[in-house]
């Protein structure tokens, strides 16, 4: 079965600093990947997700992610992090047929200082 | 192009009571899956209706049913509801037929079972 892991609970940055989350995932085949952001409170919003092709891929808000299949990470990264990022980030993966359903980590906790 | 919405935003039920929640369907869009989100997890696959057929289903137990209507709106029906049903009920739906499939998420809506 697949599962998604982020290592990573919780994670404080100054704001400017880069930010890196964590994602791995465990899949046979290339699976699809996301990227989704929950501001607390709130349903999701789909930041990026990577189906095939180009390994890094670029999302909304200024984030990136890279698939290593190597590593079966998929880390989401942003160069210089703003205090509205504050939030939960939820890696989720499904299998290449595309229908199945999302398949969740636990989430990183955002938190961002001055 | 109107999004993912759900109703209501928030309720309270006693346990063995049941609920009706709501879901339209991003316009365009023909395939609804329904997730729980307990506080602090990754949201959980319920189930998800396609052309008003249940077609996938997780782990949760018959007392969880749904519908999906023509026009492709849903709903999430609970029946004798337990405290630990207490949770963000999140809708998603997406474009079958195209292949890649990515799932847009509503606000939620957020039961407390007391």
């Known amino acids: 079965a697949q599962s998604v892991t982020q290592p990573d609970i919780h994670i404080t940055v100054s704001e400017g600093a880069s930010l890196e989350l964590r994602c791995n995932y465990s899949?046979?085949?290339?699976?699809?990947l996301f990227w989704y952001v929950q501001s607390p409170g709130q349903g999701l919003q789909l930041l990026l997700k990577?189906?095939?092709?180009?390994?890094l891929v670029q999302g909304i808000k200024g984030f990136e992610a890279e698939f290593k299949r190597s590593q079966s990470s998929f880390n989401l990264r942003k160069p210089s992090v703003h205090w509205s990022d504050a939030a939960e980030y939820f890696c989720?993966?499904?299998?290449?047929?595309?229908?199945?359903?999302?398949?969740f980590g636990k989430g990183t906790r955002l938190s961002v200082i001055a | 192009e109107t999004g993912v919405t759900q109703s209501p935003t928030h309720l309270i039920k006693t346990r063995g009571q049941q609920v009706t929640l709501r879901c339209s369907s991003q316009?365009?869009?023909?395939?609804v899956s329904w997730y729980q989100q307990a506080l602090g997890q990754g949201p959980q696959f319920i189930f998800q209706?396609?052309?008003?057929?249940?077609?996938g289903r997780g782990n949760f137990p018959p007392r969880f049913s749904g519908l999906q209507f023509p026009n492709y709106s849903s709903e999430l029906n609970v029946n004798a509801l337990e405290l630990d049903d207490s949770a963000l009920y999140l809708c998603?739906?997406?474009?079958?037929?195209?292949?890649?499939?990515?799932?847009?998420f509503g606000p939620g809506t957020r039961l407390l079972v007391l």
């Open positions: 990577y189906f095939s092709g180009d390994t």
């Open positions: 998603a739906s997406s474009l079958r037929g195209l292949g890649q499939e990515t799932q847009y």
């Open positions: 209706y396609y052309r008003e057929e249940e077609n």
């Open positions: 316009s365009g869009h023909n395939t």
């Open positions: 899949y046979g085949a290339t699976p699809y």
């Open positions: 989720a993966v499904v299998t290449n047929s595309g229908n199945t359903p999302l398949v």
